[in-house]
């Protein structure tokens, strides 16, 4: 599975931006996929997850009722909805697929795939 992640951008803190990952391959709808960043000095973190049919999402607690997560599998794509955008949601994020035994994951380990990143800036 090949991931391109688009969307990133520089904001000001109250913006909004989506994101996007397109997925391609073969079985890309078969793989439950998630989102995660990486802020400078920081450790890559959970952000968002979905299974594989869109029907189970989970959000990390510190952009749940902002960030929100989701997936168009006609068109081999998730989405990051981010609004409310703040200071400390910069960082590089990267859309994954997680690996197949899992219906959704929240830590890295549970990924098999990885895009390469876009950039989201926020400016207070």
């Known amino acids: 599975v090949q991931l391109q992640a688009s969307g990133g951008g520089a904001v000001q803190a109250g913006g909004s931006l989506r994101l996007s990952c397109a997925a391609s391959?073969?079985?890309?709808?078969?793989?439950?996929m998630g989102w995660f960043r990486q802020g400078p000095g920081k450790e890559r973190e959970f952000v968002a997850a979905?299974?594989?049919?869109?029907?189970?999402?989970s959000h990390a607690d510190s952009v749940r009722g902002r960030f929100t997560i989701s997936r168009d599998n006609a068109t081999n794509a998730v989405h990051l909805e981010m609004n409310d955008l703040k200071p400390e949601d910069t960082a590089v994020y990267y859309c994954?697929?997680?690996?197949?035994?899992?219906?959704?994951?929240?830590?890295?380990?549970?990924?098999?795939?990885w895009g390469q990143g876009t950039l989201v800036t926020v400016s207070s």
């Open positions: 994954a697929a997680a690996k197949p035994a899992y219906t959704i994951a929240v830590i890295t380990e549970g990924y098999d795939y």
């Open positions: 391959g073969r079985t890309s709808n078969n793989y439950a």
């Open positions: 979905i299974s594989r049919k869109g029907g189970i999402t």
